[in-house]
């Protein structure tokens, strides 16, 4: 499923088939959630905000420009969502060590040990970044989006995510030695 | 360079944005700077680390949720543009005319619409026209109120005076004997057709009765089919549930596997780029060991001559 079958998806929906809608539920559900989750680090919030953020695409469909991803589109209204919950809580939530968060992907077997820690510490370190860099991590290292379609998401040009990357990047570097070292 | 222009220049590499002369540049400082290549290492670690951080698995449910907010008639452009006084593409237009449910008079149509705001002359007074009804309605209603008012009733209870006495039943004259004539064939057959016009409202009451009992039957004949409609459309939305839930945990796995192999393509990709800087490194080594010799060897010459 690419880019065109998510605008004829689109399509049919708009002509009646909401079968056509669920299977873009379906297909981009997940990277939506971990988007918020990542920002908001609440599963229910994440959850929330993943309903909500369908519910909105449906209400906004006209302002859709087909010559974009649709999925490009869909994490912009995702991104802002869970950053408007963010600024509607009012602060930095406390850690929920507890939840459930991604934890990396099975290593090979010859050093499973020793990247799991890595793994866990940089998990930590992330979840322990400011609000503004966790987004623009999770939109480059999660979700695969170009420096291009960041800037569009943030409202910011290319050279700010570049920058914003890189200081974000230093400062988890920085934080998973912290860890480290305890 | 500096520090932060080197880092960036890390970065650029392991993001797979930079530039040749950026990888170019690189290589040369890593092959002669032992603490660049220690900081590329660590930077290789956080950004494997990030890559192998595989996503989280959304609540279940989420997608029944968000299927059942939607609405079961997806919103249509004209629709929510639609204002009055605006031109309408054909297919909404006669979408719109089409008869829904009961089909009211015009009049009466016109009196149970949403006020709107009228965009000419003629929708005008055809609001007043409206209004008009409305206003007689009004009129109507307040009229029987006032009159309800006026004539008393029903009366209150500080209205009934006087005393109460027990009802004076009116008592017909009874038939003596002179008045009953016996043998009169009249007598019988008025007798006869009571008793068979009695015998005719029994049959009709029974057959109500077993009307009745036979509708509450089919009532409760409908009630079980309905339930067990509603069973079998449970059945199959569980096993739709089942099935979606097996697809995604398919896509899931097929994502990770896709996830592993980027992973690895990425290794590739890094240590053929060491390779490469190895490469030039030593290539440089050879021209530096070249030119060396060549100095050396047009000193010799020049010290010969």
């Known amino acids: ?182 | 360079m500096n520090a932060d222009q080197l880092t960036g220049c890390m970065h650029a590499v392991l993001d797979g944005t930079a530039t040749p002369e950026q990888a170019m540049l690189l290589a040369s400082v890593l092959a002669s700077d032992a603490e660049a290549a220690e900081e590329f290492e660590s930077w290789k670690a956080v950004f494997r680390g990030l890559a192998a951080i595989a996503p989280a698995h959304p609540p279940e449910g989420l997608v029944a949720a968000i299927e059942a907010s939607i609405p079961m008639r997806p919103p249509r452009t004209a629709d929510r543009l639609a204002a009055p006084g605006q031109l309408l593409p054909l297919a909404s237009v006669v979408a719109s005319t089409q008869p829904r449910g009961i089909e009211l008079p015009a009049r009466f149509r016109a009196l149970f619409q949403r006020p709107r705001r009228p965009n000419s002359t003629q929708e005008h007074g055809q609001m007043n026209v409206n209004r008009k009804y409305w206003a007689g309605g009004a009129i109507v209603v307040v009229a029987l109120g006032v009159a309800v008012l006026v004539s008393g009733y029903p009366p209150k209870s500080d209205n009934l005076l006087g005393t109460v006495v027990p009802a004076e039943r009116y008592r017909a004259p009874q038939a003596g004997a002179e008045a009953i004539k016996l043998g009169e064939p009249a007598t019988a057959q008025t007798v006869s057709t009571a008793a068979v016009a009695n015998q005719a409202a029994r049959t009709e009451a029974q057959t109500k009765a077993e009307q009745t009992n036979a509708q509450g039957l089919a009532q409760q004949n409908d009630a079980k089919n309905v339930a067990q409609q509603n069973d079998a459309k449970n059945v199959a939305q569980q096993n739709d549930a089942k099935m979606t839930a097996q697809q995604n945990d398919a896509k899931m796995t097929a994502q990770q596997n896709d996830a592993k192999m980027m992973a690895q393509q990425n290794d590739a990709k890094m240590m053929a780029q060491q390779n490469n800087a190895k490469n030039i490194a030593q290539q440089n080594d050879a021209r530096m060991q070249a030119q060396k010799t060549d100095a050396r060897m047009q000193a010799q010459r020049s010290n010969t001559n």
């Not at chain 1, 988007?35 to 859709?64: C, H, M, N, S």
């Open chain 1, 1 to 182: 499923m690419d880019d065109d079958d998510d605008r004829a998806a689109l399509a049919a929906f708009r002509n009646g088939d909401r079968g056509a809608f669920i299977g873009l539920v379906e297909r981009y559900q997940r990277p939506v959630y971990n988007a918020a989750l990542w920002i908001l680090r609440r599963p229910e919030d994440a959850g929330d905000v993943t309903q909500t953020v369908f519910l909105k695409v449906i209400e906004r469909l006209d302002e859709y420009d087909p010559r974009f991803r649709f999925f490009s589109w869909l994490y912009r209204i995702a991104v802002n969502e869970a950053l408007d919950v963010h600024r509607r809580n009012g602060r930095e939530e406390p850690l929920a060590e507890d939840a459930d968060f991604p934890d990396a992907d099975g290593a090979g077997p010859e050093s499973r040990l020793s990247r799991a820690q890595d793994s866990e510490r940089l998990s930590r370190g992330l979840r322990r970044l400011s609000t503004g860099d966790r987004t623009v991590l999770t939109l480059r290292h999660f979700s695969d989006l170009s420096y291009e379609e960041i800037a569009q998401i943030l409202g910011v040009d290319e050279k700010t995510v570049k920058s914003r990357l890189f200081e974000a990047r230093k400062r988890l570097r920085a934080l998973i030695a912290r860890e480290a070292v305890n």
